[in-house]
């Protein structure tokens, strides 16, 4: 035994303990001893700063500018597309303020569960958690394929091979499962150098569509497709919405975040401000260089004589290759080689904020516990990555049978975060009624007209689901009824006390009992 | 921690207008599930107007909460 290597436990871990404590509003000496060990075994580090926080919130958010908002093209037009982003740019502008608030008065990386959990009830709290977690993976599947069909392009611009797709996506699952697996430190200097990166991928794409750029192509006659008028708007708010997408991703680094109440508020309304101009220069140079419907499909043989229409992964590749393969094959390959920042970077977040909100869940016993746990020196929590990476895989393998994943995988992430950002402002209500001391430390702007504008443009988003011809809302269900159904026969009677966001809970009072 | 610093008059100016514009986009998005339902009114010579007031208060819109959300969140440091 005494020839066995000793483990080095962090010696902060007491501090950091005590800052939870703080957090969740309770007085250490409520701390029972056994709670206090487990915090202790659960604890992750605190090194994030404001600028940690632009990288991480543009980093996670920005593959939506390499693919995904391209399919909302397809026969709605250029202008129905803008309008739809900049309906989507209000909602989460004013959904990251009202976040911040929210995350700010509780900084836990259970995020919408330690919200739902405090402002109602342990149900609740598992409904928005596990919204989240469902859009997080389901994010997180949409960037490993999107990334493996980039890297497919690289290799055959003309025709990527599809099964090289998947085996490169496999591998990108893999490669980011050992760098998470690291800690939260080192994947903050790699996010930060990804995200400057992907920016620079997008401000090259923006200088080389600049020669063939065209308004007739931008502001076409009608300026919407006249079978369907404003109705193109509507149909095109769904894939807006991946633009922005994941941003709240930055709400679950709050506990890792030092000073939450600064870095976290300053943080979010500069990464978003960040995304709305990228999203509009990224909108105008692609629509104006290539036809908009070309980005949005591509026509391939059939076999019959015909011709079937194939969604387009990597909107940008393709029209970089439409408009330079000819003239600069390099400019192509360069281009095709930087986007992968751009999904990498993404990826990266994407991963951070899966493993994350299933490590919180699991810690306060909503799913399984061992997601819960943490690597004893690395404090990171090294099997919940290990069970996100494994469902990634999963369903990148998957898209060798059902080829519109990407697309189906893009919509059910983004309905499951309408749904929790609806319940959120509902918390965000209750909790400013019933304990206004949470909030002392950070208030958003228009107090009361902000988060009301959240939910009405969430509702107006959910709703335009129902216009749309694509069944992700029975896919969807279904993946509730099987998380709730878990919560309500298992794990709703064997809630861990101790974890942050049920010791935040015992504080505000009857409600606040962990059911028998 | 941080108190919140109090409000002057113009910031507060500010924030009324920031608000009262983003009801009418609010109302705006209302009438645009309504005439959603009215494709053949598509190539109406009012709907490039149209597309322009909607455009213009989205703009209006994001630029406002912009300078608020900045403004505010100066303020804190």
């Known amino acids: 035994m005494d020839d066995e290597p000793r483990l080095t436990i962090p010696s902060n871990l007491d501090a950091v303990v005590n800052e939870v404590v703080a957090e969740a509003h309770v007085r250490p000496h409520e701390l029972r001893p056994e709670e206090r060990a487990y915090l202790k075994e659960h604890a992750l580090k605190k090194p994030l700063r404001v600028l940690d926080i632009w ?11 390499y693919f995904g908002w391209n399919l909302g093209l397809k026969d709605n037009g ?21 976040l911040a608030e929210l995350s700010v008065a509780m900084p836990f990386a259970g995020g919408p569960l330690a919200y739902g959990r405090r402002a109602v009830n342990p149900w609740l709290g598992f409904v928005m958690g596990w919204s989240m977690f469902l859009e997080c993976q389901f994010a997180t599947i949409a960037t490993a394929l999107a990334t493996g069909s980039y890297i497919a392009f690289l290799f055959n611009p003309e025709d990527p091979n599809p099964t090289f797709s998947v085996v490169a996506a496999l591998a990108t699952v893999l ?75 930055v709400a679950l680094a709050a506990e890792e975040a030092h000073e939450p109440q600064r870095s976290i508020p300053r943080g979010l309304v500069w990464a978003q401000l960040t995304l709305i101009v990228l999203v509009v220069l990224t909108w105008l140079f692609a629509c104006g260089a290539v036809d908009s419907q070309e980005l949005a499909v591509t026509l391939r043989p059939d076999g019959h004589g015909g011709t079937t229409e194939e969604l387009v992964d990597y909107p940008l590749a393709k029209a970089m290759q439409m408009l330079w393969a000819k003239r600069s094959p390099a400019l192509v390959y360069g281009f095709g080689l930087i986007a992968l920042f751009g999904m990498i970077a993404s990826y990266h977040g994407m991963v951070y904020g899966t493993s994350r909100q299933a490590f919180a869940l699991g ?43 990407i697309a189906v995988a893009v919509l059910v992430s983004t309905l499951s975060a309408l749904v929790w950002y609806i319940l959120a402002m509902g918390c965000l209500f209750i909790l400013r009624r019933r304990e206004p001391h949470l909030f002392h430390a950070y208030r958003v702007p228009l107090h009361r007209v902000l988060p009301i504008a959240v939910v009405l443009l969430s509702v107006f988003s959910i709703y335009v689901y129902s216009v749309i011809n694509v069944q992700v809302i029975p896919l969807t269900v279904v993946l ?35 059911p028998s | 921690m941080s108190e919140q610093p109090s409000r002057s008059v113009g910031f507060l100016v500010l924030e009324r207008l920031t608000g009262t514009v983003l009801v009418l986009v609010l109302l705006s998005l209302g009438w645009m599930i309504g005439v959603g339902y009215l494709p053949e009114q598509a ?16 703009v209006a819109a994001l630029v406002l909460v912009s300078v608020v959300a900045l403004l505010h969140t100066r303020s804190d440091s």
């Open chain 2, 43 to 58: 190539s109406h010579p009012s709907t490039e107007v149209e597309v322009l007031i909607v455009l213009g208060l989205l």
């Open chain 1, 363 to 405: 810690r306060a016993g909503y799913l399984p516990a061992f997601l819960g746990r943490v690597h004893v020196v690395r404090r990171t929590p090294i099997l919940s990555l290990l069970v996100c990476s494994l469902l990634t895989a999963a369903f990148v393998v998957a898209n060798l049978w059902f080829k519109d994943a």
């Open chain 1, 78 to 98: 250029p202008v129905a597309m803008l309008i739809a982003s900049l309906i989507v740019c209000l909602l989460y502008l004013t959904w990251v303020l009202a």
């Open chain 1, 55 to 65: 990288a991480l919130g543009v980093g996670v958010v920005i593959t939506g500018e």
């Open chain 1, 175 to 249: 490669l980011f499962f050992l760098l998470h697996a690291l800690g939260v430190k080192e994947q903050s200097t790699v996010m930060v150098i990804m995200t400057y990166g992907a920016i620079l991928g997008l401000v090259l794409f923006w200088i080389a569509a600049l020669p063939y750029f065209s308004w007739e192509r931008v502001w076409p006659q009608p300026v919407l497709p006249a079978r369907k008028g404003w109705q193109a708007v509507l149909e095109a708010v769904p894939y807006a919405l991946w633009w922005l997408v994941m941003i709240e991703t």
């Open chain 1, 480 to 514: 509730y009824l099987l998380g709730i159904g878990y919560f309500g026969f298992w794990a709703h009677r064997r809630l861990q006390t101790a974890a942050p966001e049920e010791l935040a809970a015992r504080q505000s009072g009857p409600l606040s009992e962990t």
